[in-house]
């Protein structure tokens, strides 16, 4: 499995806000380097080599998310680019069902009129409800959800939450910002009409994202920026003008090539079955781990033993999250996050429902959280639970 870069004595346990870079992008960036040049706007040499890479690169994406032959891969610059291009493309009058649990960029996007239902206590809990909410508003909707929970890693039934929209004549987008770097996805298999993601949570630098799907509402809307490479004819009037069909509709500007590429490399060199396969035991011992420190406590949506990736968030009780952060980066070369994770709704509740859990009253408002990846080792892990017991042990009235 490819390697990826980083500074040999730091830490890094927050692989869920950006990834490190995979080698794989990193080699595939430092060969185009030298022949970098024009995407779509040149005959030289370098310009054709440049635009033959970007348009490889979109179809190494579109081949790793399982994209249809007529879905459109458009390249944005991250997932809340890409999210926030598939609300301008809805269909007029077109409601949004999502939930409480969503990061920011699928809460924020869409138009008014669109339904926030309450975070679901297991995933039979979230068909249910996406099903209720699409029996209600008995009109073509959009379901709007999350692959894997960037708060708790936890996994959405997202087959099953497919097969309910096609019921009722929906569409489903999936954000996959934080499950396509922890396990294989499929756009045709799971049955979903859109995914988004960011390359640079997948081990790609560069910051290029991608909306992937069905291209009908895309080829219809007005383009998301206007400009150009997004036209086919422009003429003296002022709107006499010809969008493109296809991706450029929406790509208007000189793209991400870097990026682009970086993002296409990962797709193609890494596993990401074995890399889940991996993952899943580091999850296992930093969960288990974690457990056992009197004082912590996980955040958690659904039941203990629900599928979810690498991705823990907790809190540290009588400790503020922000001060416990900074020791673990401070004396211990560790880096995690904390916060609210760009999911207040969400963060908030599951603090509340964990204190709860622990009948305790001491829980802080904003929580840490440890998230793993390709280069993460047990050592590591063990390295955030030692620096975490020595901290309660020396300073902790748990
Ligand atoms: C689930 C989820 N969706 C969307 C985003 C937004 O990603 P980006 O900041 O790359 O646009 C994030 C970022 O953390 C995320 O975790």
Redesign the pocket.
């Known amino acids: 499995m490819t390697a990826v870069l980083g500074v040999p004595d730091q830490i890094n346990l927050d692989y869920?806000?950006t990834a490190p870079c995979a080698q794989a992008a990193a080699d595939a960036v430092a060969e185009l380097l030298p022949w970098y040049g024009s995407v779509h706007r040149g005959a030289g040499a370098l310009s054709r080599r440049c635009t033959l890479a970007y348009e490889r690169a979109r179809e190494a994406v579109g081949d790793f998310v399982g994209a249809r032959p007529d879905d459109h891969v458009i390249f944005t610059?991250?997932?809340?680019?890409a999210?926030n291009l598939l609300a301008r493309a809805l269909p007029a009058g077109t409601p949004v069902v999502t939930f409480g649990a969503?990061?920011h960029?699928?809460l924020l996007p869409w138009p008014v009129g669109s339904v926030r239902l309450p975070v679901p206590d297991c995933p039979g809990a979230a068909i249910r409800s996406v099903d209720a909410a699409l029996r209600e508003l008995d009109r073509p909707a959009l379901v709007a959800v999350?692959g894997?929970?960037?708060v708790t890693g936890e996994r959405w039934p997202i087959a099953n939450l497919a097969t309910i929209a096609r019921r009722h004549g929906a569409r489903i987008a999936v954000?996959a910002?934080?499950l396509a770097p922890h396990a294989p996805i499929d756009i045709a298999a799971l049955g979903v009409d859109y995914v988004a993601l960011?390359g640079?949570?997948l081990y790609a630098p560069f910051g290029a994202?991608v909306l992937a799907g069905r291209g009908d509402w895309l080829d219809a809307a007005p383009p998301y920026l206007a400009g150009g490479g997004a036209t086919t004819h422009v003429g003296a009037a002022t709107h006499d003008v010809r969008w493109a069909a296809g991706p450029a509709r929406h790509e208007a500007g000189t793209p991400n090539l870097l990026g682009a590429v970086a993002l296409a490399a990962v797709c193609t060199a890494l596993d990401f079955e074995a890399l889940h396969e991996r993952e899943q035991v580091l999850l296992h011992r930093l969960r288990s781990g974690l457990a056992d420190i009197p004082g912590v406590a996980e955040l958690r949506m659904f039941a203990p033993d629900a599928d979810r990736v690498g991705i823990v968030s907790f809190v540290v009780a009588g400790r503020d999250s922000a001060e416990v952060a900074a020791e673990l980066a401070r004396d211990h070369n560790i880096g995690v996050r904390d916060g609210l994770?760009?999911a207040h709704p969400l963060a908030r509740r599951l603090i509340a429902e964990a204190a709860a859990r622990a009948g305790r009253r001491d829980l802080p408002p904003t929580a840490l959280r440890a998230s793993i990846g390709l280069g993460t080792s047990p050592s590591d892990v063990d390295a955030l639970l030692g620096a975490l017991d020595r901290r309660r042990g020396l300073r902790l009235v748990a």
């Open positions: 869920a806000a610059r991250n997932t809340t680019d999210l969503e990061h960029a699928n999350t894997a929970s960037n954000d910002a934080q960011s640079h949570k994202g994770f760009c």
